[in-house]
């Protein structure tokens, strides 16, 4: 062989070299921004809900219509115990079914359950009044009625073919390790105003098109209440990492999800409806935790510090879990 030929081949052999190399960072790249589409990413979940065209006919299946209605326009379908302007899918993205979005499937499976919370057992209706109580700011639907029927026929059916009493993968959040710097509000509110501020508003209090919520409240009278889940910073933390801002799941580095987490839930919200009199003593039985940020002081005022809970609770509510 010449050298000039040998030379022109290894010179291919160099471009071929350097295309694939090209190729297969490309691909990569295409990998990475597709899994960084939504919160699925990064749980390891393979299992794949029925699809609503498999919803069985009969009334089996318009319980499970019903149900998927309710996650995702709740003062609509469940006006009677919601006091907000959140919709359960506002926090379970596609109406339950998104791996690393608390999805339903996955939840179903794994109740009844001892819950720390209440110190009990809880079926999972009483998962779900916990739900109406706190997430939504309402009161807890009854146990056996219509909506909590529906709710849990939804999910039983979303979780069809998975093995029950087993943690499977995709269930909550992909949990953030604790962060490098305490979460801080001043860096949060940087990270809101570049991030979240446009859709969420710079009062965080949602967007609203002709009465229809188009992006929910964060914080203030219409959102979740002080006892609620995503009012602790590492659920709020967790959940904003895999799934905020929307679309841009994983986008937010883990600092910036706990500092805006901490940022969001530094504002003011509705009362804990398990309100004990008195701000101290709330915190004491129900807060005492360096995830709430309930009856601490931000900015020179006590969080929390309003008084008894807005919206009175239905007397034959005190037996219920809470
Ligand atoms: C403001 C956000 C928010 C809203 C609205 C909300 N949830 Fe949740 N939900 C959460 C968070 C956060 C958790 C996890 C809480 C925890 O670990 O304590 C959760 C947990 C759950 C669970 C248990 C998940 C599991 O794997 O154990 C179920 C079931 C559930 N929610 C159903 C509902 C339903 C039904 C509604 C509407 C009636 C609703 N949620 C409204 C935030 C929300
Ligand atoms: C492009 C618009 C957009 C941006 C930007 C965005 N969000 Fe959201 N957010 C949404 C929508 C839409 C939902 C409801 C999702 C659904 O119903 O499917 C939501 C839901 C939420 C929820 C649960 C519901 C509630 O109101 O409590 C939280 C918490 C949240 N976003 C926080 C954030 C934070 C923090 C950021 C910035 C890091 C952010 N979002 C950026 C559109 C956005």
Redesign the pocket.
Known sequence: MSIILRAASSLILALFIALASLISITSTLAADKSSALNAAAHTGATFQPPSEADIPPGPFGETIRMGRD??LD?PKH?ARFVGNN???A???LDAGRMAGS?P?W??YV?FPAYRA?NGKINTYQE??QG??RF??NGSAPPLGDPVLVA?EAY?FWLATGLPVNKEVAG??YPKLEKPAQAPDFVRGQVVYAAHCALCHGANGAGQRTTGRVVFPPLWGDDS?NWG???GSIN?AAN?IHANMPYGMSYSLTPQEAWDVAYFMNAHERPQDPRWLGSVETTRAKFHDSAMSLYGQTINGKVLGNTGAPKRTQPKDQAHIAP
């Open positions: 309710i996650m709740t469940a959140l919709s359960c506002n926090c379970h608390a339903l996955a939840a794994n919370k998962r779900l739900c109406f997430s939504m709710l999910s269930r909550g979740y609620a889940g995503m659920n959940f």
